[in-house]
């Protein structure tokens, strides 16, 4: 009841009003390709926040744009800024993994499904940002520093 509550609580926090209604049923930026990492980022937020919108409503509309949304955009290129790191590597394939099972998990309405698929990859993606972070510490143009 309380990850729940504080779930939605948070979330209400970061939902842009143009993404609270279902009725949205196109990307939200169409035509991604050429954008930076940030941008790229920006999306993943903005599908995060769609999915998660839709789960706290039980809106499989919206749970499964979001859901798509966040697959579309781990497919883009401009990941590359960490490539060479296995990592890095683990984590976007495993973003990638779980995106498309939320994608199944909205499509079948497995809320329950869907809700245990998005926290393992909130997970992930958490995880990933510390590894960014702290080990490859890209700095804010994409590149390494050895500071």
Not at 1 to 6: L, P, Q, R, Y
Not at 24 to 53: F, H, Y
Not at 73 to 89: L, M
């Amino acid at each position: 009841m309380i990850v729940g509550t504080s779930g939605a609580v948070l979330a209400g926090l970061f939902w842009p009003p143009q993404y609270i209604r279902a009725e949205q049923k196109v990307s939200l930026i169409p035509d991604r390709a050429g954008l930076s990492t940030t941008e790229l980022m920006c999306q993943k937020l903005n599908g995060s926040n769609q999915a998660l919108k839709g789960l706290v409503s039980a809106d499989f509309e919206l749970l499964l744009h979001g859901a798509r949304d966040l697959h579309d955009v781990s497919e883009q290129p401009g990941w590359g800024v960490a490539e060479a790191d296995p990592a890095y590597r683990h984590f976007h394939v495993e973003f990638r993994r779980l995106s498309l099972k939320l994608v199944r998990m909205s499509e079948s309405k497995n809320l329950e499904g869907a809700a245990y698929t998005f926290q393992n990859m909130t997970g992930t993606c958490i995880a990933c940002h510390q590894h960014v972070r702290d080990v490859v510490k890209l700095g804010d143009a994409g590149e390494s520093t050895d500071e």
